[in-house]
């Protein structure tokens, strides 16, 4: 493939930033370069095409919306473009029509023909089917000002939810690849290492480490093969950061890994990307195979001599394959496990080879520092931690999604401004960060700016970037007992702490839900998490304990109920639980007796019921079907 040049990146770019003109807040300059009438009738509806989209049926919805866009003759008026996450994921399926920006949340198949008559044929916004916070009286805001976006800065997550993933000129439309011909052009490796140092980018797979230091190692390596690696193998529960970068934004990986490849002196590039993300797999091979066609991967990028390709690698499914050197022995076509240090993986670590390992959010950066500068990105965020960080927020919170916000956010403006804080006037509890790794921050720390040295005092870590939300209806045991379940499932068992450790330590958390321990079970607990802390061998399984140790620390009244008072303050295990029948409040209209599947609530018709507690399978239908509210549990 000919090697493309920057004038001709430059003509591809300057043609197709007019057609994202609509989707760019640029839509002033519609107004001016067409007539009255086609600005009119010009429009764009961009559908989420992202795994949440997807699943509640965005496809279709895409289909129908063509098909109704047929009928009415609208073909050349109206483009439908598929794109990647919004971010407002609780919404789904979502889709925007420009030039109005007009937000329509949780779109049906059977709502798209009133929607294609009245907004796309007449020009009339159909107010009724938009997302509520963007309607004011008769007026429109702009998505951007919606409490959910309004806080949010928009850096890795830029190109999502505007651009068709699958189309390499709409990217470059956006100054796609513009940072990686910068670079090979008018930059030494020295000066692209010396940016990256300067703007302060930390590792966002969870550790933090500087990435710029990482680069100027591999850099100093004289090694004569070299190799740019790309963890996205996001494996926590609940986090889904990187799936929706490549599922939104495939090429910002590329360009970013090929930016890293001339930096450090490397051709070759792996991206490690789980198979249980289909649509992310799809959009990168896309990505890859445009970007070749095109000349921006392979040979003599940019008529500078320089070679830079990159191939894929599909991992199983394994967590431990999050960590570094499980990672590459993977990759090499082995046994996903960790491997003992030293040799250290930046010196023998890929084919015995020195190899440079970030994950996708960190990337995703990378082309933004280079044309923005050093000093533009460390303008924001705090002193050590810089710049924004992606989280995938969920758990008991209104708005479920994936928000990019400055780092020293605090976790209040995240839960209560951002993610409209807990459902049903719960209280909140504690959040979890880091997935298994991390710990859970409590109510009293809501207030601390979220950076990677104020997690790590407060006992938990950034991770990669889950966000798990709790309410005081959560157990703290049990939700150690999740994670650490979690854990056990997914250790390789190469190392005897982490393979036996973690099982016992789930013993234990058994042991206290169902209401069997004592007080020495708690402290053997906290004893063997430490010893797993200090022996495993790799940082999985040094981690493995720390939801416990941080729930210890915050919630060990809850600990002391289950063992104490053989009672679950949150309500949440089953062992200690009991149902009981408010006589008061019981209308004896036997709908709970009805209802029960083991024959335990006893009573005669219009007087008060009980319930036997020997036969109580604690399924909490009663409580659930009772329309007076007279059973509870305690």
Not at 4 to 28: G, V, Y
Not at 225 to 253: H, I, T, W
Request: with cysteine; proline share 5%.
């Amino acid at each position: 493939m000919k090697a493309i040049s920057l004038e001709e990146l430059n003509e591809i770019r300057d043609k197709h930033r007019k057609e994202l003109a609509l989707r760019m807040n640029e839509a002033h300059q519609i107004a001016v370069t067409h007539s009255e009438e086609a600005h009119r009738r010009t429009r764009e509806v961009l559908v989420c095409g992202g795994t949440g989209c997807t699943s509640s049926g965005s496809r279709r919805i895409i289909e129908r919306l063509k098909e109704e866009i047929r009928k009415r003759e609208l073909e050349s008026d109206v483009k439908v473009i598929m794109t990647g996450c919004f971010g407002l994921c609780a919404l789904g399926p979502i889709m925007i029509v420009y030039p109005e920006g007009a937000f329509y949340s949780m779109v049906k198949e059977e709502e798209i023909p009133e929607i294609v008559e009245q907004h796309l044929l007449h020009g009339k916004v159909d107010t009724k089917y938009l997302y509520s916070e963007t309607v004011k009286g008769n007026m429109v805001l702009p998505l951007q000002d919606t409490p959910f976006y309004k806080k949010q800065k928009r850096v890795a997550l830029r190109n999502c939810g505007v651009i068709n993933p699958e189309t390499i000129e709409e990217y470059i439309g956006t100054g796609g690849y513009e940072a990686l011909g910068k670079v090979l052009t008018t930059m030494s490796p020295e000066d692209v290492i010396e940016v990256i140092t300067a703007s302060g980018l930390r590792g966002r797979g969870g550790a933090g480490f500087p990435t710029g230091r990482k680069w100027q190692f591999a850099k100093d390596n004289d090694a004569d093969q070299k190799y740019v690696c790309c963890n996205a193998d996001e494996g926590d529960p609940g986090a889904f950061m990187d799936r929706s970068v490549l599922e939104g934004d495939p090429d910002v990986v590329l360009e970013a890994m090929a930016i890293a490849g001339y930096a450090i002196g490397a051709t070759q590039g792996y991206i490690y990307v789980r198979a249980e993300y289909p649509i992310a797999v799809e959009r990168l091979n896309i990505a890859i195979k445009q970007a070749r066609e095109m000349g921006l991967l392979g040979k003599n990028l940019f008529n500078t001599g320089f070679d830079f390709d990159i191939e894929l690698r599909l991992g199983a499914g394994a967590f431990v394959c999050g960590e570094e050197t499980a990672l590459m022995t993977s990759i090499e076509g082995h046994r996903g496990e960790p491997r003992p240090r030293p040799p250290f993986p930046a010196v023998n670590g890929l084919f015995e080879k020195p190899p440079i390992l970030n994950n996708v959010d960190t990337w995703a950066n990378v082309p933004q520092i280079i044309m923005n500068g050093a000093e533009w990105f460390s303008s924001f965020g705090t002193e050590k931690s810089k710049g924004t960080k992606v989280f995938a927020l969920g758990g008991k919170i209104h708005n479920t999604g994936l928000v990019e916000v400055p780092m020293g956010t605090t976790l209040r403006e995240i839960v209560e401004e951002i993610g409209g804080g807990i459902p049903g006037g719960k209280k909140f509890k504690a959040a979890q960060t880091g997935g298994p790794s991390g710990g859970c921050i409590p109510a009293e720390h809501l207030d601390v700016p979220i950076d990677y040295e104020n997690l790590m005092a407060i006992g938990s870590m950034m991770g990669s970037g889950g966000l798990i939300v709790m309410d005081e209806e959560t157990c703290m045991v049990d939700i150690a007992k999740f994670f650490l379940n979690f854990t056990v499932d997914e250790s390789c068992g190469k190392c005897s702490p982490c393979r036996l450790g973690t099982k016992r330590l789930l013993e234990m958390l058994d042991k206290i839900t169902s209401g069997n321990a004592t007080m020495e079970d708690l402290d053997k607990l906290e004893e063997l998490c430490y010893y797993i802390k200090d022996n495993a061998l790799c940082a999985l399984g040094q981690t493995a304990p720390n939801p416990v140790l941080s729930t210890l620390h915050y919630f060990r009244d809850e600990y002391i109920a289950h063992i104490v008072d053989k009672k679950c303050p949150a309500g949440v295990c089953k062992d200690l639980l009991v149902y009981k029948i408010d006589p008061d409040k019981c209308k004896g209209c036997t709908l709970c007796a009805r209802t029960c599947p083991n024959d335990a609530v006893i009573g005669k018709v219009k007087e008060p019921h009980t319930i036997d507690p020997n036969k109580c399978v604690k399924c909490g239908a009663c409580m659930e079907k009772c329309r007076f509210g007279a059973i509870y549990k305690e």
